[in-house]
């Protein structure tokens, strides 16, 4: 199987990711964060009514030159009236505009004189009046099926008469780590053991892209691989595995997923990142990640990601990126694509980034101080200190998160 591009990656690991099927009916409380799976329309106008967007006094226009008696006045929550012609109304922000009235006039314009109103300065139709519905007309879709429900969605379509919302149910990812050298943060270090940071980074991010995650650890045994592969493929919407999938005597990881099920794609013309394996077990996608945190992480935000957004139904095409000038040179030694971590910035109206300095795929500490990624084009060897790369910020591919 010959190694593919990192775009085309994407697109097969998204291909061969099924829809969801199952939706659930939530609280509009509890949806934030979540998928909508019907579109959602307005079922009431929002505003409702015609209402004040200041507080002052409601009149018609045709009598703004007149001392206006005023005959009572509209507070937020009163029915709505009438006005009286040749009168006017005291009205306050959020009050229903009274039938005949076509204009607000804001206090800061008024001037009382006993009972009577007078108006300084231009007065127009419909000034400081919200029509009915200029937010949403009845019928409008306010959330569409395959958004994310944000909080402003959550109070568009609580403005607009919904108190609950149909999403899509959180796919269940196992996120299975492998390596017979690793150990849980908080046990002890044996000769030759290191602590496993794969897996919570994973967990973490697994999550924060939407999905439930739960955490298998294996050590690099065939027949112990093959049972857990068996298991976990059954009982998950998908599975992500981290190491074992490279060309080692322990990587058996990709072995198992030919022989119990399917193997789609093996190797990226990316670095870091070149032993991505996808594959499929019990008819579930199997995104196998290299083991190296750094090579995990960048295949999982550059060909995993979109793959996730599908299993739980959201619409939302991958991010382009955004051209920056480097600030110095860079050389690269293999003509594979590559990415490297760096720190972009705004400098006038551009954008500039530096690569970090611990750049091998291992080296979390590079790690910690970006944040974004740097692309690095296919067969070039020299990008010149000034050349424009295209850099992807972290806070655009995890929103929310600037740094991973
Ligand atoms: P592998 O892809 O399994 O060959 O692993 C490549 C490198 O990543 C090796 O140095 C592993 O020890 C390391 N590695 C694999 N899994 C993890 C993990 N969960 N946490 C930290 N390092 C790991
Ligand atoms: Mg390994």
């Avoid at 004189?113 to 009046?129: E, H, K, L, T, Y």
């Avoid at 270090?189 to 994973?202: E, P």
């Avoid at 109206?349 to 084009?377: K, Y």
Wanted: hydrophobic share 40%; net charge neutral.
């Amino acid at each position: 199987m010959d190694p593919i591009e990192v775009v085309k990656a994407r697109e097969l690991a998204a291909t061969s990711t099924p829809p969801p099927t199952a939706i659930e009916t939530l609280p509009l409380a509890a949806s934030h964060g979540r998928i909508c799976a019907e579109t959602a329309n307005a079922r009431s106008a929002a505003p409702p009514f015609a209402n004040s967007a200041m507080d002052g006094i409601a009149l018609r226009h045709s009598d703004v030159k007149n001392l206006l008696p005023v005959c009572g006045t509209v507070l937020a929550g009163h029915a709505i009236s009438t006005l009286p012609v040749g009168q006017c109304m005291k009205i306050m922000t959020g009050a229903a505009v009274p039938r005949g009235a076509d204009v607000v006039v804001a206090r800061e314009q008024l001037e009382f004189i006993d009972n009577n109103a007078r108006i300084d300065g231009d007065v127009r139709v419909g000034q400081n009046i919200r029509p009915a519905g200029e937010d949403f007309a009845i019928g409008v879709p306010v959330v569409e099926k395959g958004e994310l429900i944000g909080v402003s969605h959550q109070a568009a379509l609580a403005a607009t008469g919904h108190h609950q919302v149909q999403v899509f149910a959180r796919p269940s990812v196992a996120l299975v780590t492998t390596g017979t050298e690793l150990v849980s943060p908080g046990e002890s270090l044996a000769s030759g053991s290191i602590y496993d940071s794969n897996s919570i980074m994973m967990a973490s991010i697994i999550q924060a892209a939407g999905a439930k995650v739960n955490l298998y650890r294996v050590d690099d045994d065939v027949q112990a691989t093959r049972e857990l592969a068996r298991s976990v493929s059954a009982q998950h919407d998908a599975v992500i595995s981290v190491g074992g999938v490279s060309v080692g005597e322990a990587d058996v990881v990709k072995d198992v997923v030919c022989e119990l099920g399917r193997l789609n794609l093996w190797r990226i013309l990316m670095k870091p990142g070149k032993p991505f394996m996808l594959g499929e077990v019990n008819g579930r996608p199997w995104y196998g990640l290299p083991g190296n945190p750094v090579s995990s992480l960048i295949c999982f935000l550059m060909i995993v990601l979109p793959s996730l957004w599908r299993l739980q139904g959201r619409e939302k095409s991958f991010p382009s990126g955004l051209p920056a000038h480097l600030q110095t040179s860079v050389r690269k030694r293999t003509p594979r694509l590559e990415y490297q971590r760096g720190q972009w910035a705004r400098e006038g109206d551009q954008l500039i980034v530096t690569p970090v300095s611990a750049q091998g795929s291992g080296q979390l500490s590079g790690l910690t101080t970006a944040n974004c990624l740097i692309e690095l084009a296919a067969n070039t060897f020299e990008f010149a200190h000034g050349a424009v790369v295209t850099v992807y910020p972290f806070s655009q591919l995890l929103p929310g998160n600037e740094h991973v």
